[in-house]
């Protein structure tokens, strides 16, 4: 079992930047793929970015490409997803999320159902 705990969530003025982290604790032996969802009050989940098991390989959902960055410190256990340029529309609980889908992706893992482990989530809120 993986345990993920989110932090660094907090209320932002549009424009600004947050960095949210994701520290792994219990069975973190395995070289995981991270990701990062969140849900906003009254939406579905909606991916927002992964990573592969060494970071080279990430991507990103549509509405943040660009402004959003995935990394990872395996020395830490940990996954970061740096927020800039944020807008009122990425206020949402953002939870991380770790599973394993090998080497090299067959499929992008957008989906949630793919993911094995998923964090309580930490609120973001941007205030325009």
């Known amino acids: 079992q993986v345990q993920l705990v989110e932090s660094g969530g907090g209320l932002v003025q549009a424009g600004n930047s947050l960095r949210l982290s994701c520290a792994a604790s219990g069975r973190t032996g395995t070289r995981y793929d991270w990701g990062w969802f969140r849900q906003a009050p009254g939406k579905v989940r909606e991916f927002v970015a992964a990573t592969n098991w060494n970071g080279g390989i990430t991507f990103y959902g549509d509405s943040v490409r660009g402004r959003f960055a995935i990394s990872r410190d395996d020395a830490k256990n940990t996954a970061y997803l740096q927020m800039d340029s944020l807008r009122p529309e990425d206020t949402a609980v953002y939870y991380c999320?770790?599973?394993?889908?090998?080497?090299?992706?067959?499929?992008?893992?957008?989906?949630?159902?793919?993911?094995?482990?998923w964090g309580q989530g930490t609120q973001v809120t941007v205030s325009s």
């Open positions: 999320a770790a599973g394993v889908f090998g080497p090299a992706w067959t499929t992008i893992p957008n989906m949630e159902r793919l993911w094995d482990y």
